[in-house]
């Protein structure tokens, strides 16, 4: 392959690659949540308890619902309003099984 064959096609496929690898970063950035789920072990409430706070570092109020599987295979579910910043009380789950949950701007 000729040396000036070989730099045209170099730069080429650095011009291709560029916009690519800088719009997968831009699209992770994006994928980040504001609002955090925190869990841990609260089994002196029940065996198998998690405890769980929500924390919204968003800079809008968020609604968090959620949905709690019980041992009975039925759903509850909740909701929770929080402002920037703020964080919920330390509630628990008993017994964690299975919980999905979402927020939206409120």
Do not use: H, R
């Not at 831009?26 to 980040?32: I, N, R, T």
């Amino acid at each position: 392959m000729k040396p000036i064959t070989f730099f045209v096609l170099l730069v080429t496929m650095i011009l291709f690659m560029t916009p690519l690898k800088m719009s997968a970063q831009e699209d992770v950035s994006d994928a980040k949540t504001c609002v955090v789920l925190t869990l841990k072990d609260c089994s002196e409430y029940c065996t198998g308890a998690q405890c769980y706070q929500f924390t919204n570092n968003c800079t809008y109020k968020v609604k968090v619902t959620w949905k709690s599987k019980q041992p009975s295979g039925k759903w509850i579910s909740g909701d929770v309003y929080l402002d920037p910043g703020e964080t919920s009380t330390e509630t628990y789950w008993c017994p964690y099984i299975e919980v999905t949950w979402s927020y939206v701007k409120a």
